[in-house]
């Protein structure tokens, strides 16, 4: 019945964080436990460790986004690979995929690299269907690669469950490279073909040394922090702090191409995106705990278990429900809501809590532009103009290519688990 | 029923223990009381334990002497750096001042059946050790979050004390954060933070001890009977705990010397550098009053009556 | 009734203008702690002992004050899948009953951390340096009177025009009014 009219209440527009709030009250008066346990769950967030890694990412990349390192951005792509086929898509693949593993935001990415895409595309040739779906799918790409919020978000999920599993945010971030690349591959490729009967880019390509010199500042910073983390040289949080403070002094203090006035209107925006996210973890911290207290995951896995004979089996039916998942629900919600149910029953079948984590992180990337509701195609439609039917039908093949990626990732825990070293 | 969390996963010696204690009491009491474990830490680690106890969601749990100091001071009688040299010292005071400890926890709401010892911890580094005085700063150690009196010490070394919570240590000794730690042998195997180390100071430094606490008000629900059965088991079941402990250093120890750790014993001048260092800042921090250590003389006299008679 | 009403955006505007400020101090302080304590620990070889308790508290204030900033801005993440093909009479009745029972769901929220952190008080663990936990925690129930506060008031104003769910939606805003 509560569980009833809080759906109800959720598809109305209630606030997600309210709406796992009375779920964890309703969970704890039911099981007679002190309401007061829901206040301490929350208070957790500021507990954990790694989610000091949050403000910073987020704070750098929304900086990055209200400067003109975007332009930049595409201006050394033309200059490096505009005479290769499919070029410009495939290096925008990879600024998609590095700007929305900084800022955890695919809505981000579409609104500042992808405005700045779109019209390159185009005037490469591309055909408006086809730079509208790479444009719209392609910023969705970067969940799966370090520092990617969901990425951290999934650990401390996990760590909540199954504490002694020591499901590292580094483990993730190392799993994730393999399955992430294929993804990209897959979208890269995929240009290639579609570009392989156009006409090279008609428009004077801009020269490489001007655009690097450009870019100088910024250049340095992906494998300065990617390289630091991989390398076990700097902490993730450490990361977070050289991330932050590097794109501050560059950006503000060195090019001044944003003024100190108009900080605290940025570090606002980026701060709403922490807290209203840091807000719905807590709520859901406590939700965890009451499904935990009430062993509610042995439940379910005794309830299935009879029914399921494979751990491959197991995870097609976890495909499916975060598919669905995926096509209403916010990707932070999903993972929020379904990874503590799923984490146990998944490793009572054996499956590897890491391998689980990026088949999930994949879903929900896929979920950011799946219809109804994918807020990429929502984004675009509104960014671009375009019809959101129109965005729904650009997208199509590209989902269909993700989607046998996904399979993949499913079917061969070793491309996940290879790297971490888990296998 | 009674819900109790613990640190230890499921399949650990601990959990063993712990599911053959409740097996006895559900036998014992003819299912009276039924016992339900929270294991491998999903209740959050030893304060958040504490607070769901006070707030009734759980009404046990598995605790570190030194996590109880958040409610008596008796316990830190048994947390205090370099004043046991031995083993032999350690047992010769139980019997008089587990009961002492045992009593002030009663009155803080906490009833322990008993108190099982996890062995001596020592220090283990990348280097072998100096004198206390050629440590510098550049020593960077692991202290427990919230062990004062062991960063004091270790300041008062010279050396930089680093607090972090257990999680983090083994992350920290990766990066470089921290180069040195306290630990069992035993422990340091499990916890894979031998990896890291070359050297191992064979110098004792604390006793570490863990336990059962039960909240009394749960205790006082049972019947008589039923209490004095459920105590009986679970302070069995940390002495057979403290039995495994002691196996399992000593194997670790051989383990430890096969992948080539060095363990040294330090001169007996150094040892007594250490000891100096280690009563002076006790003194300093409990005239000052950042430190209460009930029973302390008393136990320092048995102590000193005991090394006199060897 | 006008002036009333002129008075009361001026008082959101400095409540606003305040939160910005405070969510600033915190997040550069946030940075030079984390600088600090990398460069005295590579430069040095020392560690700041109490800097990982500030920066984790500084994390829970920065939530807790961007929650509020983000109730009165409309910037919780919801799902709102259905008031896009709901009649505007319904859809504004609907608004009012989600922003009410949120209020409310905050007003609990603030009550049950007003409670712990007296229980916390009873524990008297240190944060960091000086700085008791319960001090820190002391937000939690700050930031929920505070936001029920913003959500009651929404209850009573228009529904904002449905731009979807969470993020980058700040800058479309603005580029859309820019353009
Ligand atoms: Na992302
Ligand atoms: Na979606």
Known sequence: MIILIVIVLALIGLPLFAVIAIGAMAGFHAAELDLRLVAMEFQRIGELPVLVALPLFTFAGVLVAHSQTPARLVELTRAALGWLP????????????????????????????????????????????????????????????????????????????????????DDLFLAGILPGLLMLSVLAGYAMWIQRRLPPDPRPRPALMPALRDIAWELPLPFVVLGGIYSGWLLVIEAAVVTAAWVMISLVLIRREIALPRLPGIISEAMMLVGAILIILGMSLASTNVMIDAQVPQRIFEAVAPHIDSRIVFLLLVNVILLIAGMVLDIFAAL??????????????????????????????????????????????????????????????????LLIALLIITWWPGLSLWLPGRT | ELRIATLAPDGSSWMNELREAERRIAAATEQRVRIRYYPGGVMGDASAVLRRMRLNQVQGGAFTVGDLAALTSAVNLYSLPFLFESEADVQAIRAEFDPLIMAALADAGMVIPGLSLGGFAYLFGRESFPSPEQLSTSWRVWVPAGDELSRRTLEAAGVSPVPLPLADVYTSLQTGAINTFASTPSAAIILQWHTRARHMLDLPILMTAGTIGIDSRALQRLAEADREIVLKEFGQALERLEQVNQRDNESARQALMEQGIRISAPSDEHAETWRRIARDTRQRMIESGQIEVPNLDRMIDVLNRLHEAE | MKQNKRLSQSIQDDLERLEGIALTVLLLGLIALGLSQIVMRNLFGMALPWADGAMRAAVLWLAMIAGITAAGRMRHIRIDVLSLWLPPGLRRWLHGLCMITTALVCIQMCWLSLAMVRLEFEFQTAAFLGVQTWMVQLIVPFGFAMMAVRFLGAAFAPPPETIPIELGQEQSRQDGQAS
């Open chain 1, 86 to 169: 499919g070029g410009l898509a495939i290096l925008g693949l990879i600024m998609f995929a590095l700007m929305t593993a900084f800022t955890g935001a695919s809505g981000i990415t579409v609104v500042a690299l992808g405005s700045l895409m779109l019209p390159a595309l185009l005037a490469a040739g591309f055909q408006r269907q086809f730079a509208l779906g790479l444009v719209t799918t392609g910023s969705s790409m970067g969940v799966l690669f370090a520092p990617s919020l969901p990425l951290i978000l999934y650990a401390v999920v996990a760590q909540q469950v199954a504490p002694g599993r020591a499901i590292g945010v």
């Open chain 1, 336 to 401: 929020v809501i379904l990874a503590p149910l799923i984490i146990p029953v998944a490793l009572a079948f054996g499956v590897d809590p890491v391998h689980l984590g990026i088949i999930f992180l994949a879903n929900l990337q896929i979920g950011y532009c799946t219809p109804p509701v994918g807020i990429n195609l929502f984004l675009a439609s509104h960014r671009f103009g375009d019809d959101i039917l129109k965005i729904y039908r650009a997208t199509l093949p590209f989902l269909g290519l």
